[in-house]
């Protein structure tokens, strides 16, 4: 299943959220789907899905939870060899929920 950010069920998803932090989120996690997919190691399999932004109370919190436990320790895989780009893109996410 490929991520459905750009759908128009997601689209209403978010703005019935209608959260900053949420939408920055969302903003860098499709950036982030752009590098993954262009990464020639990786590529359009390994995207990050929308799931991980679905249901419960996404508050600011939660969001920093779903970044830390859930997609850096999949970006530390994806590029398990390459410490400064997970770094770089596990900053910029970080950096979406300060």
């Not at 919190?61 to 780009?85: H, T």
Request: aromatic residues 12%; hydrophobic residues 35%.
């Amino acid at each position: 299943m490929k991520p459905a950010f750009n759908t128009e069920g997601f689209k209403k998803y978010q703005q019935k959220i209608n959260n900053d932090v949420f939408n920055k989120v969302i903003d860098g996690v499709i950036k982030l789907n752009d590098i993954i997919r262009k990464d020639a190691s990786l590529g359009e399999g390994f995207c990050i899905g929308h799931s991980y932004f679905c249901g419960g109370d996404l508050t600011t919190e939660r969001l920093k939870a779903i970044i830390e436990y859930d997609i850096k320790p999949m970006l530390r895989e994806y590029w398990f060899d390459n410490d400064e780009k997970y770094l770089e893109e596990s900053r910029e996410l970080t950096r979406l929920v300060e």
